[in-house]
């Protein structure tokens, strides 16, 4: 049996992160938690709670750090709160922690899909689509893919690329695996990872 997995939310205080803040988060997450990097199936939501500014994205006070966790790792994680996470130049508070269950939903959303190493040439939206059903098809699953726009992360091994996906007309068994696993590379730097979406447009 595939163990439960839950969404585990941590408050957020700061004024500010770098626009590609992702890697750096990761980073600082794992020297808190380093027993995370070993749980192959764990993923970093990207943060929420964010306003664009110029060159960063301010902070909220809806700002939320969250991870997506076998249920038995919940405990170990809660050691995050208390802590000061260095994201580049910026000192996140983290406070304490809610735990949300996965619930299958109509439509699912991924802010961000590569596949491949950092660095590499980008798939164009073909390749990228045919990459996406290769992956869902060795889980025996063959939902309806929208793909959005491009998009990119800078890490310090190099340029990420890949694309926003929506996913559509999953039975629920699918949809929560979908959830527990994601698509693609880098769930730790928040790739690949699916949260519901209230609508059938794909905006971004």
């Keep these: ?11 957020l205080s700061g004024e500010r992160v770098p626009q590609d803040h992702a890697d750096a988060l990761w980073q600082a997450i794992a020297g808190v938690l380093p027993w995370l990097e070993a749980e192959a199936e ?9 306003s664009p500014g110029d060159g960063c994205w301010y902070l909220s006070h809806r700002a939320r750090l969250a991870l997506r966790l076998p249920v038995e790792c919940v405990e ?23 735990v949300r269950p996965l619930k299958a939903v109509p439509v699912l959303y991924a802010k961000f899909v590569c596949y491949g190493s950092a660095g590499r040439a980008p798939l164009d939206e073909a390749a990228f689509h045919e990459a996406c059903r290769a992956e869902l098809a060795s889980l025996g699953l063959s939902p309806r893919l929208l793909c959005g726009k491009a998009q990119q992360m800078r890490t310090a091994a190099g340029l990420l690329s890949g694309f926003s996906l929506m996913l559509l007309d999953l039975d629920e068994e699918a949809n929560l695996l979908i959830q527990r696993r994601g698509l693609g590379q880098e769930r730790k730097r928040g790739c690949g990872v699916f949260v519901p979406h209230k609508s059938g447009t794909l905006l971004d």
């Design 76 to 98: 170990a994680a809660r050691a995050l709160t208390g802590t000061v996470l260095q994201v580049g130049e910026a000192q996140l508070l983290v406070g304490e922690a809610t």
């Design 1 to 11: 049996m595939s163990p439960e997995f839950v969404d585990v939310h941590f408050a």
């Design 42 to 50: 764990a993923a970093v939501h990207p943060l929420s709670g964010l």
